[in-house]
């Protein structure tokens, strides 16, 4: 929707695709920006004054429309107007369900974390995160919430370990009603991610003493529901990231140290901040680029920094999806959830080998010639199985021309039908994941239907496609799209190696308009690690998966800078997640949307 | 606190008075009766349903158009498994969905509520407007302990597509989509759980709840306008639940929590299974007025899903690239027998007053396209099934608004007859283009 007329560099990648000439470029204002986004935050609901968005080839407007991928020379985005530093509006997102239920396990440990069932995340825009920044909780939502907190409540209760922990009067044999106003305090702040007032702690108390007298006295009952309340705050269930004027430049709203705390805790632990954490927060130990990058160097050094960018990339790489995958089981019998499940444990496995084994170049999740395989994988990728039943490290078949990613099972099962490929999906995943783009929807009124069979003339899946292209309506976002998909066709619809498709010899070759020629996952991904736009869009996946938005103009920037961190740091990982912590568009917001 | 009727106490006497115990088993019938088995015991009118049903990527027009119009049309082919409740079918061909952009399935969706899509970004876009079930929620809603009710069957939703438009089928407004709920445990859980005998903490949880309405009443001052109408949205979940937690337990026995979990075994998604249980609980939750409106979303639009269940191993999107695929068409005869299904539930289903669930409810059923092939909107099909107490037109009719392969008039007319059952004082619906202010005469029944 937006229609800028900046000098960014940067093709129009897809401005060959033929725009929709129906959408109406001032229908989305909500998006729409114009060159004076300096004038403040936008007035819409969309992701604040202008995003550098995937959305500007449906606006019909070529000529000088931005597109992602712009930004990706890195930082050469000079030459015209500078676009002055402005962050995403400020405001409240809920806790993703890992959020919630990661705080719940830190709070009040594994029993009453496995008692958890908080609401649904919905996604916009491929990532939950912005779902739960802009999104409504709906009725049913709120019951789950109450639901959840009296499930929670009673597990944390019976096994107080945890909460001992951080609270030690829970653990005495008959507490007085003192401890409730101790568990508001103590507890309430680690929860709510800052200190309690006064009266929020005597609304708390009140709840709990009102529940001891119903429960006959006990302790315990009271305990139960000033937990629930707690829960069911919406200074637990939201992040209020609303800032104040930084005292040096007071146009810029700076998160408070609290505020901070908690969105470092949450991107890199998936959790609320512990108790050290909130407290360097409150004595002012969290102000510095340097402080800020000292808590996240040591918040990386975590166990559940892992877990947190797995489940990043399950999002991101759609691999939570395999659990619930359809296969035409007459056609691929071996495809089980146990192959599903190790298709997806084999690409979190390589990447917490590139990111955390090696602090390598991120690249290589793309480029690798090993991969993580157990013997039900070796068998379908065609490798000698390894010792046991468990993972093993192997290099990859060469003559396949697997490599990485664009290789694996979760990815080329994941993208396509049960029982055909999909080079269109597939084509669509490396565009909209890997390099950042959208591609618009087929123009109205155009005639999906493919080319009829005959039973006496059998195509493959290639074939049939190209001359589906021959439409011009279709070709223009197409050829963008399937030639990707060609040069995998040697990859069935689960991922196994073939040389034939419907009986006849697959041909792999492919132009890529963009890219080049490529035969095979491997040529891919040669062309890939050396495209900035794979670096440009890592960066922009963190922020979108991380703060919740979609990257804004007046960020770009900033993301340029990350970029450049990115580049000039060996294209590590560990690097990048310290350097967003400590970014502009990490600490700083707008005025609250 | 919420001071909504919803159970009366008067009710509820009667019902003590006229058994040994609060819970009586279905149907209701004159327990909650006034004396002239007319009205409800407090006087108010008996009560109408409404569902909207919701199948994706269209049909194919020539075998699921009847061959004739107006009463006792034959049964094309496609709709051949509606014969059992043919009399309580209205079929409406020829009509023009008037969103005003196309994203390719999204814009279908305008048929659920009269307004064009927004923040339109690639294959991404937020509901433009509420849909027809949350204005009738709005209006009748307060009358019983769930406003509406949002269930869902096929899980397996369009990986293309993003946004709000097509992954719910009920909204209150763009960044307030009503998802559906694809479990039946849970299904179970949100309709009936509320009255399932537990400890009373009914004053414990009510204070919690005040506690939450305090902290959110504080937290608005610091944030902006939609962040505050997320809010909005919060205490409006806190008023439901409120609702709830005071209701008064419905005077018919509770059914079972069902055993379906809606799991996938072997690559088979148990869709009629899913559906027959889905649909009994919406027999149970209108028998005993626990809901009077409900969205059903039986697959997504742009129909990703497998129908393995019927050992059909292509996708039923993928199926739609043909128009001649025998696939495709199995495949819309399983999804309208599937809308049977219910409907024949609803028929053998006895309401409040002795009367069957079609005489009582409207079901209003579209797609997100007329044929999937083309995602054409132009000829989007709609059905109406019940009269909803006369509100419709009984016997249904087949009513053409132009000659296929034409298109004519305004889908929206058909949601403004259906709001117009339920709020005679409503005048139009949806904006832009597709709003209405044209109620269809031709479908209206004796008592609209």
Not at chain 1, 180 to 194: E, N, P, Q, T, Y
Not at chain 1, 569 to 584: G, I, K, M, T
């Amino acid at each position: 929707m937006i229609r800028l007329v900046l000098p960014l560099s940067g093709c129009l990648l897809l401005a060959g695709c033929p725009s929709d000439p129906i959408a109406d470029p001032t229908d989305g204002d909500t998006t729409t920006a114009t060159m004076n986004t300096t004038a403040g935050p936008g007035p819409g609901p969309g992701p604040g004054p202008g995003t550098t968005g995937d959305d500007s080839p449906t606006t019909g407007e070529s000529a000088g429309t931005t597109e992602d991928g712009q930004s990706t020379t890195g930082g050469s985005t000079t030459g015209g107007v500078e676009e002055p530093f402005e962050p995403a509006p400020g405001g409240m997102r809920r806790l993703l369900r890992h959020q919630y239920v990661g705080s719940i396990r830190y709070l009040l440990g594994d029993a009453a974390a496995g008692a958890a069932v908080p609401p649904e995340d919905y996604s916009l825009h491929g990532f939950d995160a912005i779902g739960a920044a802009e999104l409504s909780l709906q009725e049913s939502a709120i019951e789950q919430l109450e639901t959840s907190s009296r499930a929670i409540a009673i597990a944390a209760v019976e096994d107080r370990s945890t909460l001992g922990g951080h609270v030690p009067c829970v653990l005495e044999a008959e507490p007085d009603d003192s401890c409730f106003g101790i568990v508001a305090v103590d507890l309430g702040r680690l929860a709510w991610r800052r200190p309690l007032i006064g009266e929020e702690v005597d609304a708390m108390v009140a709840i709990a003493k009102q529940a001891r007298e119903w429960g006959g006295g006990e302790f315990a009952t009271g305990l139960q529901y000033e937990l629930m309340a707690l829960l069911q705050s919406p200074y637990f269930v939201y992040l209020v990231e609303v800032g104040k004027p930084d005292p040096e430049d007071p146009a810029t709203r700076l998160l408070t140290s609290s505020e901070l705390a908690a969105r470092l805790s949450f991107f890199l632990l998936g959790r609320t901040p512990d108790a050290e954490l909130l407290a360097a927060a409150e004595a002012d130990a969290l102000i510095t680029d340097d402080d800020v990058r000292a808590a996240a160097e040591a918040m990386i050094a975590r166990p559940e920094a892992r877990a947190t960018l797995s489940i990043f990339y399950s999002e991101l790489f759609q691999l939570r999806d395999l659990a619930t995958l359809n296969k035409n089981n007459q056609l691929f019998p071996q495809f089980t959830h146990e192959l599903a499940y190790a298709m997806k444990y084999e690409t979190l496995r390589l990447i917490e080998d590139i990111v955390w084994d090696q602090d390598t170049d991120f690249r290589t999740l793309l480029s690798a010639d090993y991969t993580f395989v157990n013997p039900a994988l070796a068998s379908l990728y065609g490798l000698p199985p390894p010792r046991g039943q468990g993972f093993a490290k192997v290099p990859l078949e060469e003559d396949h021309g697997r490599a990485g990613l664009l290789g694996q099972a979760s990815f080329l099962a994941r993208f396509a039908h049960p029982a055909e490929t999909s080079p269109t999906r597939r084509g669509q995943f490396i565009r909209t994941k890997l390099l950042c783009e959208t591609v618009p929807p087929p123009p109205p009124g155009v005639d999906a239907s493919l080319p009829p069979e005959s039973p006496n003339e059998p195509q493959t899946m290639k074939q049939k496609l190209v001359q589906h292209m021959e439409d011009p309506s279709c070709n223009g976002c197409h050829v963008q799209l399937d030639p990707l998909g060609f040069a995998l066709e040697n990859y069935d619809p689960i991922g196994a190696y073939r040389t034939l498709d419907s009986g006849l010899p697959i041909d792999p070759s492919a132009t890529i308009p963009d890219l080049g020629e490529v035969f095979s996952a491997r040529d891919i991904a040669d062309l890939l690690v050396e495209d900035p736009r794979v670096t440009a869009c890592i960066v922009k996946n963190f922020v979108r998966g991380a703060l919740g938005h979609r990257e804004g103009l007046g960020e770009i920037h900033a993301l340029d800078d990350l970029e450049a961190e990115l580049e000039s740091n060996d294209h590590r990982l560990q690097h990048l997640l310290v350097e967003l912590a400590a970014s502009p568009v990490f600490r700083a917001v707008g005025a609250p949307k | 606190m919420s001071n909504r009727r919803t159970i009366p106490r008067r009710t509820l006497l009667r019902g003590l008075l006229g058994g040994s115990a609060a819970v009586v088993g279905l149907p209701l019938l004159e327990a909650m009766l006034d004396r002239h088995g007319e009205a409800l015991a407090d006087g108010s009118p008996l009560p109408t349903r409404f569902v909207t049903w919701f199948f994706g990527n269209g049909v194919i027009l020539p075998r699921f158009e009847p061959a004739a119009t107006g009463p006792n049309y034959p049964l094309s082919d496609q709709l051949q498994p509606l014969a059992n409740v043919r009399d309580y079918v209205t079929v409406l061909t020829g009509m023009r969905n008037r969103c005003e952009v196309t994203v390719t399935h999204h814009e279908g969706m305008t048929a659920f509520n009269g307004f064009t899509m927004t923040e339109l970004s690639g294959l991404f876009s937020k509901a433009g407007g509420p849909t027809i079930d949350q204005l009738i929620a709005a209006k009748i809603g307060q009358d019983t302990p769930v406003a509406s009710i949002h269930l869902g069957v096929s899980k397996h939703l369009s990986v293309m597509d993003s946004g709000t438009t097509m992954h719910a089928l009920s909204h209150k407004g763009p960044n307030e989509p009503q998802y559906p709920q694809f479990n039946p445990q849970q299904a179970w859980t949100d309709l009936f759980g509320a009255f399932a005998p537990t400890a009373d903490d009914r004053p414990l949880r009510a204070s919690i709840l005040d506690a939450v309405r305090d902290q959110t009443a504080a937290l608005r001052t610091r944030l902006g306008k939609l962040d505050n109408q997320r809010l909005d949205a919060h205490l409006d979940g806190v008023s439901a639940l409120e609702k709830k937690i005071e209701a008064t337990a419905p005077l018919c026995a509770l059914p079972d929590k069902p055993t379906e979990t809606n799991t996938d075994i072997n690559g088979v998604e148990p869709i009629t299974a899913v559906n027959g249980v889905m649909s009994d609980l919406l027999v149970y939750a209108f028998q005993c007025d626990i809901t009077r409106v409900a969205s059903m979303l039986f697959h997504g639009g742009a129909a990703e899903t497998v129908f393995s269940e019927i050992d059909i191993w292509s996708g039923h999107h993928n199926n739609s690239h043909n128009p001649n695929s025998e696939e495709l068409h199995t495949g819309i005869v399983h999804i309208m027998g599937r809308f049977a299904d219910l409907l024949e539930r609803f028929k053998a289903s006895v309401d409040i007053d002795g009367k069957n669930l079609l005489d009582t409810s409207i079901i209003y059923c579209s797609s997100d396209c007329a044929e999937g092939w083309t995602h054409s909107i132009q000829r989007q099909p709609i059905i109406l099934a019940g009269h909803g107490r006369n509100k419709l037109i009984y016997p249904g009719i087949h009513v053409q608004a132009a000659p296929y392969p034409m298109s004519d008039g305004n889908i929206s007319d058909v949601l403004l007859t259906c709001l117009q059952a339920f709020d005679p004082r409503a005048t139009s619906i949806g904006g832009g283009a597709p709003m209405s202010t044209t109620p269809m005469p031709a479908i209206m029944g004796t008592d609209f």
